[in-house]
């Protein structure tokens, strides 16, 4: 495959970019103050994922602002981890439960018992539905909107394609697992072939499985397609972790193809990767650390029966030519007071 050219722009002005370019708070400016001496416990997919540990770095953050105990259960990537560390949050008789990034379907008896027990519960990814009263009992669900960032990872590769001048062929990784990696899959998938390009593959395989897994996909992907396979889609960053050594044994340099692309979340090897050339292109971050602080104020409103905010963060593409801008930061942490506007709502 002959070398590339990588599309470095940045995204549109209805998006976050990767250079932090907003200088107002876009979210809520009221709410309640800081309830004492709460206990609260994290409930975490898999802290191997990046997206998971930025978020739950975050709520660290925040919970130290606003003067809780803070206890992180890590699932480690099972479903029987994650029932065990439900039901492990529940013997803390927590104040309060957020679910980090796994699907609330999956463990619907386990937070059936966190609602009949009465403890608030936010989460962090859990479904398709964003915002306030999400599925399972859950008071709000935050995340970015995931259909807006599936369709800016594949406009990318698009764009990219076109640039290069070659018929656009696309393998997209997914987890059955979770409905919202579904979903995001699925409008990869309609997205590219709306705009004229083919889909090569639709990939089922499983996040918490992507170390034995990614290695032998990609040589076996790389025989089947050749240089037909030109731009690798995935529902999160994790799938790339594990890609690149296939691609170099294969003789493939970084900027040959085919080139990857996150539909979220931006983890810090992501980041790390797209700054380097290392077999990845491009990510569509989340705010991860913003993320964070967001839970713990929903978890406050939750606690204390008002309204949960209703605020959506916004997502960024994040490319070579972005990261170059922003310095040595491997994260995308906008340049917004979001821990000033949390504290003064909580009175800290």
Not at 32 to 44: E, H, L, M, R
Not at 71 to 98: C, E, F, P, Y
Not at 177 to 198: C, F, P, S, W
Not at 277 to 294: F, S
Request: glycine residues 12%.
């Amino acid at each position: 495959m002959q070398k590339r050219t990588f599309i470095t722009g940045l995204v549109t002005t209805t998006m976050m970019t990767a250079v932090p370019a907003l200088a107002e708070w876009d979210g809520p400016t009221s709410g309640p103050a800081a309830a004492d001496g709460k206990s609260i416990v994290v409930v975490a997919g898999d802290l191997k994922n990046g997206g998971i540990l930025g978020v739950t770095t975050g709520v660290e953050e925040a919970a130290e602002t606003i003067g809780w105990e803070v206890r992180v259960l890590d699932g480690a990537g099972s479903i029987q981890g994650r029932t065990a560390a439900i039901g492990q949050a529940l013997a803390l008789k927590a104040d309060g439960i957020i679910i980090n990034g796994f699907d609330a379907v999956e463990q619907q008896a386990a937070l059936e018992g966190v609602v009949d027990a009465g403890v608030p519960m936010v989460a962090w990814h859990s479904g398709p539905v964003i915002g306030c009263d999400a599925p399972g009992g859950i008071f709000a669900n935050v995340s970015t909107d995931a259909m807006t960032v599936s369709e800016v990872a594949a406009e990318w590769a698009i764009d990219d394609a076109k640039a290069q001048g070659e018929e656009i062929g696309v393998v997209i990784f997914t987890d059955s697992t979770y409905q919202i990696a579904i979903d995001k899959a699925d409008r990869l998938k309609e997205t590219v072939e709306a705009a004229g390009g083919k889909v090569l593959e639709y990939v089922d395989t499983p996040i918490a499985d992507t170390s034995t897994r990614m290695g032998p996909l990609t040589t076996s992907l790389l025989q089947k397609y050749g240089e037909s396979w030109t731009h690798a889609l995935a529902i999160n960053d994790l799938y790339f972790d594990f890609m690149g050594p296939s691609l170099a044994a294969a003789g493939l340099s970084p900027d040959a193809g085919p080139l990857a692309g996150s539909a979220g979340d931006g983890s810090e090897a992501a980041f790390q990767r797209i700054r380097s050339n290392g077999y990845q292109a491009i990510t569509v971050a989340e705010p991860l650390n913003l993320q964070g602080w967001q839970l713990v104020d929903e978890l406050n409103r939750a606690i204390q029966g008002e309204a949960c905010s209703g605020y959506v963060t916004s997502p960024a593409l994040v490319t070579p030519e972005g990261l170059a801008k922003l310095g040595d930061t491997n994260a995308f942490d906008p340049d917004i007071p979001y821990r000033e506007a949390y504290a003064e709502i909580w009175g800290k």
